[in-house]
Each structure stands twice: as C-alpha cells, then as structure tokens.
C-alpha cells in the first residue's frame, strides 16, 4: 500500500501544489475545529460504505454536509449501504478509521471503490483532505485534484446532498 511519502510524491510528479499542515489525530468530524479554522478551502468528511451486494463505496463530502444514508442507495444507484469494517478500509484503501480520505484512491488502482464527491466540493476552488493519514491535512485546488483523480483513472460521480440527486453520473466503469 502507498504511505503519505508515495502521495506527496505522486502529487509532485503530477506537478500537483499542495500544502500539508500538521496537526493532532483528528478522528471525526467536529474534532480539530482550531486547525480547520486555520488552514484555507472546503474542509471534507469522507465515508467508507459497503453496498448489500458487496460493492465499496467512498463518499467525499464537505465536513458539515447532511447525508441521509437510508436514502442514498436510492441516489447513487447501489443496493442499501452500510459502513464498512475497519479490516475492509485497510484492504480496500490502505488507510484506518479516522484516516479515510479521497487520496486513498491512490491504493485502488483495481477500481474496487467507486467514488461519490459532494457537489459542494466539486465546486469548491480549495480541497482539503487527510494525506493518509489523520495527523496532517493537505490542501489542493479543485484542478489538482481533478488531475489526481485522472491519474488514479477515477470519475466521481457528483450528488448534491441537500438535494439527493445525482449531478453527474460521468463514471462508466
């Protein structure tokens, strides 16, 4: 599985700015609001699901976004969602509870995680997002990030949560 070093790295190859802050494990959200409050952009809450069929799911939101997971599945398409275990994230997406993030993607490169991105974030000009793990926060501007997620082969598909729809559904896999 990558580390932090293997995507600071990637993203420099990609020629990808990012600033990385160190901070204190923050495990939830609604922890760590004086670091938030000091690093600029939109700050994420991200969700490791697994669907009743099996299929994994990442959700990338913005931290004070309201998900109604009794009604996602509707949205997105899957069966019924439920978290993931703690052993499966590992496997999935090298990381651990606390530590979930959309850089986890980089440890997917089979595709076994679809990915669903806030429509907040989607526009959002600043992202940011644990580097793998939960003592840093690293922030990247929307482009950065989409070139990430080209280089990782990914194409999120785009829910507007306060409206549970589906902005775009661009991901054919």
């Not at 940011?128 to 793990?133: A, C, D, E, G, R």
């Amino acid at each position: 599985m990558k580390t932090r070093a293997d995507l600071l790295a990637l993203l420099d190859s990609l020629g990808v700015e990012h600033t990385s802050h160190e901070h204190p494990a923050v495990f939830r959200v609604g922890e760590g609001e004086e670091v938030k409050a000091a690093i600029p952009g939109a700050h994420t809450k991200n969700l490791f699901l697994k669907d009743a069929k099996g299929q994994l799911w990442l959700i990338s939101a913005a931290d004070r976004t309201v998900i109604d997971l009794k009604r996602l599945h509707q949205v997105i398409g899957s069966a019924r969602l439920s978290f993931g275990s703690a052993e499966l994230m590992e496997d999935a997406l090298g990381v651990t509870p606390g530590s979930v993030t959309a850089f986890a993607l980089i440890n997917d490169p089979a595709h076994q995680v679809r990915f669903v991105l806030d429509r907040t974030l989607a526009e959002a000009e600043r992202l940011n997002f644990h580097p793998l793990t939960n003592t840093a926060t690293t922030g990247v501007s929307q482009t950065a990030f989409r070139k990430f997620l080209a280089a990782m082969g990914v194409t999120p598909l785009v829910v507007d949560f306060a409206a549970m729809a589906v902005i775009e559904n661009v991901d054919e896999r």
